[in-house]
T-cell receptor, first 114, second 114 residues
Framework: EPEVTQTPSHQVTQMGQEVILRCVPI?????FYWYRQILGQKVEFLVS????????KSEIFDDQFSVERPDGSNFTLKIRSTKLEDSAMYFC????????????FGSGTRLTVV | AQSVAQPEDQVNVAEGNPLTVKCTYS??????LFWYVQYPNRGLQFLLK??????LVKGSYGFEAEFNKSQTSFHLKKPSALVSDSALYFC????????????FGTGTKLQVIP
């Protein structure tokens, strides 16, 4: 069964450093998403991406965040200057088309900012 | 704005007994409803969805959910719980417009007691 792959599974970074979280969506999927889950809390929408541009973003997704699909395969989330409160599990998801309704999620990257 | 409520932080059920995990929702348009399961240190796995049609939908691992429009509910059910069903369950909703940002509930921890 096709999978969404996320790397690394766990990343530790110092406050103020830049991090890039990587995702490889399922190959024929067209819509891409990032969600995050702070430990013990709900899963929160960050951003959706379609046709090489952001289609929707939440209040969480401020200027410190950016997304990119640099090579038609990877889908990355960059945090420019990490804060302690960015520590969370970050999930990438993808789906095939607008009328499709089941995301496929990756297994997540646990980001720890120290 | 769309929202989801999962009123129970935790549900305990004896193995072999039926289980119900509750979910209510609010959307402005027609609801698309989902259940996801998260096992410890794992990503989110899709269980089932309601888009249209029969109010009772069947999903993976013997789970089903009943859509009730008048009560705006989408409770997850299983006739006979297994210890391996112990996990965190998230209800999610989106409306039928836009780029389909999904809003998750806060999650319900299901504990099946042997």
């Amino acid at each position: 069964e096709p999978e969404v792959t996320q790397t690394p599974s766990h990343q530790v970074t110092q406050m103020g450093q830049e991090v890039i979280l990587r995702c490889v969506p399922i190959s024929n999927h067209l819509y891409f998403y990032w969600y995050r889950q702070i430990l013990g809390q709900k899963v929160e929408f960050l951003v959706s991406f379609y046709n090489n541009e952001i289609s929707e973003k939440s209040e969480i997704f401020d200027d410190q965040f950016s997304v990119e699909r640099p090579d038609g395969s990877n889908f990355t989330l960059k945090i420019r200057s990490t804060k302690l409160e960015d520590s969370a599990m970050y999930f990438c998801a993808s789906k095939t088309r607008q009328a499709d309704y089941g995301y496929t999620f990756g297994s997540g990257t646990r980001l720890t900012v120290v | 704005a769309q929202s989801v409520a999962q009123p129970e932080d935790q549900v305990n059920v004896a193995e072999g007994n039926p289980l119900t995990v509750k979910c209510t929702y609010s959307v402005s348009g027609n609801p698309y409803l989902f259940w996801y399961v998260q096992y410890p240190n794992r990503g989110l796995q899709f269980l089932l969805k309601y888009i249209t049609g029969d109010n009772l939908v069947k999903g993976s691992y013997g789970f089903e959910a009943e859509f009730n429009k008048s009560q705006t509910s989408f409770h997850l059910k299983k006739p006979s719980a297994l210890v391996s069903d112990s996990a965190l369950y998230f209800c999610a909703v989106r409306d039928d417009g836009g780029y389909q940002k999904v809003t998750f509930g806060t999650g319900t921890k299901l504990q099946v007691i042997p």
